[in-house]
């Protein structure tokens, strides 16, 4: 009989290799039909609006507004954390060699805080915590001169 194990073991990463592939087809798919039936509602809507004469409605905003700063010290804070958690856990239990795969993650947070840091003095939070600018419905190009 042949031996179930080592079969088993080859056939873990082919599913999650496959099965990883179908959910991102399957998610991509949906979120294009998703765009396409908005696009679709709208224009039935204006179609109507015209058709009784009444106003356009606005189209609606499609940017996503910018995440707080507070997101990349966040960010940069859990990347170290499990970086140096994993530099100094597994050097302890498996070995220096493998334990300094650890200091990616670590290097990463840094950077982030990093970012974070070098943001902090280019740019002032604004009251909400938000970079200026940032989801700002009057940019400087919409302003007008008015004499």
């Known amino acids: ?54 106003e356009l409605p606005p189209d609606p905003v499609t ?5 707080p700063r507070s997101r990349y010290l966040l960010r940069g804070l859990v990347w170290l954390g499990v970086g140096v958690a994993i530099a100094l856990g597994l050097g302890s239990m498996v070995g220096d060699d493998v334990a300094a795969l650890g200091w990616i993650p670590a290097a990463i947070g840094a950077a982030y805080l990093l970012f974070y840091v070098i943001e902090a003095r280019r740019n002032p939070q604004d009251a909400n915590g938000r970079l200026p600018g940032a989801n700002d419905s009057s940019s400087s190009s919409d302003h007008r001169q008015v004499q």
């Open 1 to 54: 009989m042949y031996d179930v194990v080592p079969v088993m073991a080859l056939m873990i990463p082919i599913l999650a290799i496959v099965l990883g592939v179908i959910v991102a087809i399957l998610v991509v798919v949906t979120m294009n039909r998703r765009k396409l039936r908005e696009i679709e509602l709208r224009h039935t809507e204006r179609m109507a609006a015209i058709e009784k004469g009444i």
């Open 63 to 67: 940017h996503q507004p910018e995440p």
